[in-house]
Each structure stands twice: as structure tokens, then as C-alpha cells.
């Protein structure tokens, strides 16, 4: 059964709880459903991509229209970007200008190309390991 990232997703948004209690049980209740399909953390936040593995057929590289389905992943990639988006407007304001580019092709195509999807899981680890760090 793979990952759910839904209720994943759900429960790292509680953990951003102001109530010390609430945050604390929405991340230990997220630890333990991504130990239930023995994976790590880097696994999880790695999309499916690392959950599972994506072939491409023949049938699908002669098709121009099938798209990987982790450059489609809502739930991940909204994630990934609200994590960004929590982090002050600080740096490079090329940085910035990247992010809100790529955010509004999301928005407006619902799909990533290989390399911002690339590009985005990169920035999004950097902030994890940032707040792990304060």
C-alpha cells in the first residue's frame, strides 16, 4: 500500500501548531504512518519517484502527452511550496522571481518539468534542514 500523502501532508500541517502538545502528536502520528511502509523520512519527502519506481515504457515516451506522474503530484508539490513560502522573502530576489515563476506555471498547467520539480525538491530540503537547524 503506498504512502498516504494526503494524511501525511494533513499531519505535517498540524505539526506547525502553535500548541505544543498538538504539533508533537501530528509529528509522531506522521513518523509512525511513514514507518508503517517502512520508509524514512528522506523516502517520503523524496515523492513518489523514491516511493515507488516510474517507469517509462515505450508506449509512454512515444506518447507526447503522458507526464511522469511525481511532476503531477499535488499533494507533494504544494508542500513543497508552502514550505518556500514560509520562509521570509530573504536573499536573492532572483531566487524569489524563480519561485513565484515556477509556482504560477504550476498553477496554470498543474505539472512540472523534470527540472523545476528537481530544482524545487533541492530548495525545499534546504528549508527543512534550515528549520531543523534553528
Known sequence: MPLDRVKL????????????????GALRAANRLVKAENMTWEDALAGPEKAFKVTITRAHQDDEHWVAPHLKDEVMIGLMFRSLYSQPRTGSEDFWRWVDDVHAKWEKYGQLTQGQYQALRNCYRRTLKTSSQQ
Open 9 to 24: 501532508a494533513k499531519l505535517l500541517g498540524l505539526a506547525t501548531s502553535d500548541n505544543d502538545h498538538e504539533a508533537m
